[in-house]
Antibody
Framework: QVQLRESGPGLVKPSETLSLVCSVS?????????WGWLRQPPGKGLEWIAS???????SHSPSLNGRVTISVDTSKNHVSLTLESVTAADTAVYYC???????????WGQGTLVTVSS | SYVLTQPPSISVAPGQTATITCGGD??????VHWYRQRSGQAPVRVIY???DRPSEIPERFSGSNSGNTATLTISRVEAGDEADYYC???????????FGGGTKVTVL
């Protein structure tokens, strides 16, 4: 059974870069599926950030204005996310999830809270 | 960008049926997925591909999609169904995964 676990700094200062890692176990990323990052600000709904295929092909939300980079390391079986120039509006629980277009997001990590504050 | 509209909240008595709608322009030609998120927990997929149900989800959960509205139906509602529910589609035109605003289901 696939398991996903997010890890990150917890606290990031405004204007700095947020870096997160999603470690995958129980399934090899090289086998297939898309691997995505999503977030949920406190008390608000879900927002998709970016996704990547094991080949490295990726896409990201138009609303994040190019601040996002997603990458995959098949040797470590993990997916990374960086978000540049963060502001308080980027404070959220960040989730990684496995997905396919016809299947939806079928497996999720437990999420990691990132707070942007000086 | 593509917009999905859900009612913010609904209330239902135990044993009754909860109906959650998700409105979008010609959503009937898109593939809709639904997620349940209990308080403090990560989302869980409950319906995919409009109406398919993962094996671990009870048969009480069903989905449909036609025209401008997709619907998640929870039959014989139980206290454990109390949660936020989100619909989601892939907007091919903008290569964007879009979520509805979520519906809070309260079991009376």
């Amino acid at each position: 059974q696939v398991q996903l676990r997010e890890s990150g700094p917890g606290l990031v200062k405004p204007s700095e870069t947020l870096s997160l890692v999603c470690s995958v176990s129980g399934y090899s990323i090289s086998t297939g599926y898309f691997w995505g990052w999503l977030r949920q600000p406190p008390g608000k709904g879900l927002e998709w950030i970016a996704s990547i295929f094991h080949s490295g092909s990726s896409s990201h939300s138009p609303s994040l204005n190019g601040r996002v980079t997603i990458s995959v390391d098949t040797s470590k079986n993990h997916v990374s996310l960086t978000l540049e120039s963060v502001t308080a509006a980027d404070t959220a629980v960040y989730y990684c999830a496995r997905h396919e277009t016809a299947m939806g997001f079928d497996s999720w990590g437990q999420g990691t809270l990132v707070t942007v504050s000086s | 960008s593509y917009v999905l509209t859900q009612p913010p909240s609904i209330s239902v008595a135990p044993g009754q049926t909860a109906t959650i709608t998700c409105g979008g322009d010609e959503i009937g030609i898109k593939t809709v997925h639904w997620y349940r998120q209990r308080s403090g927990q990560a989302p869980v997929r409950v319906i995919y591909n409009d109406h398919d149900r993962p094996s671990e989800i009870p048969e009480r959960f069903s989905g449909s999609n036609s025209g401008n509205t997709a619907t998640l139906t929870i039959s014989r509602v139980e206290a454990g169904d109390e949660a936020d529910y989100y619909c989601q589609v892939w907007d091919r035109r903008h290569d964007d995964y879009v979520f509805g605003g979520g519906t809070k289901v309260t079991v009376l």
